[in-house]
């Protein structure tokens, strides 16, 4: 299976983004899909999570109230919607998804098995 992502780019700070990330398989089925983002000279990352089964979801704190993360199972599509972006949001955006089952929400990369290629995304102040 490949991720691949799209929608990264420039924008200003207070402006909006939509990324997406696309399943190679339509048939796709993970337990869990997530958004991390590694800005330049620092670690990766988590951003948020969704659940491919009810939808429940997952952010870091930094994020919470200006992103939102959602899917669309017929599609095998994750996307995540970026309001409000500030300069300190730049950074690669990378999808990322997790086969087996867990109640926990894991945060850590080691925790998912397939990834995307990245997208870069630009907030300028």
């Known amino acids: 299976v490949q991720l691949v992502e799209s929608g990264g780019g420039l924008v200003q700070a207070g402006g909006s983004l939509r990324l997406s990330c696309a399943a190679s398989?339509?048939?796709?089925?993970?337990?869990?899909m997530a958004w991390f983002r590694q800005a330049p000279g620092q670690e990766q990352e988590f951003v948020a999570a969704?659940?491919?089964?009810?939808?429940?979801?997952w952010y870091t704190g930094s994020v919470k109230g200006r992103f939102t993360i959602s899917r669309d199972n017929a599609s095998s599509t994750v996307y995540l919607q970026m309001n409000s972006l500030k300069p300190e949001d730049t950074a690669v955006y990378s999808c990322?998804?997790?086969?087996?089952?867990?109640?926990?929400?894991?945060?850590?990369?080691?925790?998912?098995?397939?990834w995307g290629q990245g997208t870069l995304v630009t907030v300028s102040s």
């Open positions: 969704i659940r491919w089964s009810g939808g429940s979801t």
């Open positions: 398989e339509r048939t796709f089925s993970p337990s869990c």
């Open positions: 990322a998804a997790r086969i087996s089952y867990s109640s926990t929400w894991y945060t850590s990369s080691t925790r998912y098995d397939y």
